[in-house]
């Protein structure tokens, strides 16, 4: 994933429905450049540096942001609300 970060052009904008994990090694000032908008609506776990910067571009705030270096058992399980319906790999929509 470190990769895709680097390799964008412009801005992204994430939408995170489940769980995911940003790499440790990916530079808060990296996500400050690549990422326009997070909507998180699920539960993204992140250093506490990474974590001031998708803070930063949160759009829709219904997640939770979890420190990466704790345990699964010290942090709840990342549930996605049951009246969200997933669209995988949307691409591009217009409606």
């Excluded at 609506?41 to 250093?47: A, K, N």
């Excluded at 699964?72 to 691409?91: C, F, R, W």
Aim: hydrophobic share 40%; glycine share 8%; charged share 25%.
């Amino acid at each position: 994933m470190a990769h895709a970060f680097e390799t964008l052009e412009g801005k992204a904008t994430l939408v995170i429905f489940g769980e995911s994990r940003v790499d440790p090694e990916i530079e808060p000032q990296t996500l400050s450049d690549g990422l326009a908008k997070v909507h998180n609506l699920g539960v993204i776990w992140c250093t506490p540096e990474q974590k001031e910067a998708i803070q930063a571009r949160l759009g829709l705030r219904d997640g939770e942001l979890l420190d990466s270096a704790q345990t699964n058992e010290e942090t709840p399980q990342a549930k996605v609300p049951a009246d969200y319906e997933l669209i995988g790999n949307s691409g591009c929509l217009a409606l």
